[in-house]
């Protein structure tokens, strides 16, 4: 079992590009998230998806999508990178409200934009 | 809104023993986490508790819980260099939207010298 899988590791792309990360998950579980992670200032949030065919903006949703066309998957689209847009990415999701939401993250995607 | 204030660094010496404190805002989290990041990793639950425990124990971790002022510490007993990493404290928020997506605190960097 895999469990979260993020894909690519990292990349560096060029300001006004367009990306997507990958974020796959293979436990059947509800809710994904996608946080950010900078130095001092810890994980926010970007978007969520309480459920396939369903999302919703987190903390700092501006210049990022998201699509949640199944249980599994979870991308996060960047339409038109800037460079403060330079940060660790990563992929979370939780069991059920019964678990008291513990999150699973995935490994992170390291991405720097110039 | 929510908010989640922790000390940025901390250093200690082999054996001795770490306490890293966090205050949080909101009273109705149900759930308060600790999660570790080694270096280049994504974030890994260490422990949690529930907003009606007052103290829970887990081998060398210990955490504590003032709920009525909103503070939460994680000691972890007899330090080991293996425990050098940065700390994160978590809570769930009160507000609807998300379905379990966590506040974290901007992390605790625990360096622990031989």
């Known amino acids: 079992i895999a469990g979260i899988t993020q894909a690519p590791t990292s990349q560096i792309l060029a300001a006004g590009r367009r990306m997507t990360l990958r974020c796959t998950q293979d436990?059947?579980?509800?809710?994904m998230y996608w946080y950010r992670q900078d130095l001092g200032l810890g994980l926010r949030l970007i978007h969520y998806?309480?459920?396939?065919?369903?999302?919703g903006k987190g903390e700092v949703p501006d210049g990022y999508s998201v699509s949640r066309a199944n249980t599994d998957d979870f991308p996060l689209t960047l339409a038109s990178a800037v460079p403060s847009q330079t940060s660790v990415y990563f992929c979370?999701?939780?069991?059920?409200?019964?678990?008291?939401?513990?999150?699973?993250f995935g490994p992170g995607t390291r991405l720097t934009v110039l | 809104g929510e908010d989640v204030e922790q000390s940025l660094f901390l250093s200690v010496r082999e054996g001795d023993s770490s306490v890293i404190n966090c205050t949080y805002t909101?009273?109705?989290?149900?759930?308060l986490y600790w999660y570790k990041q080694e270096p280049g990793a994504g974030l890994q639950l260490l422990t949690y508790?529930?907003?009606?425990?007052d103290m829970k124990q887990d081998q060398r971790l210990t955490v504590l819980l003032n709920k009525k002022d909103k503070h939460l510490s994680l000691r972890i007993a007899d330090t080991q260099t293996g425990d050098s990493a940065i700390y994160f404290c978590?809570?769930?928020?009160?507000?609807?939207?998300?379905?379990?997506?966590?506040?974290f605190g901007k992390g605790t960097k625990l360096s622990v010298k031989p």
């Open positions: 979370a999701s939780p069991p059920s409200r019964g678990s008291g939401y513990e999150q699973f």
């Open positions: 436990m059947r579980h509800n809710a």
């Open positions: 998806s309480n459920t396939a065919g369903t999302t």
């Open positions: 909101d009273s109705s989290s149900t759930y």
């Open positions: 508790i529930f907003s009606n425990m």
């Open positions: 978590a809570e769930t928020p009160g507000y609807g939207g998300s379905q379990g997506n966590l506040i």
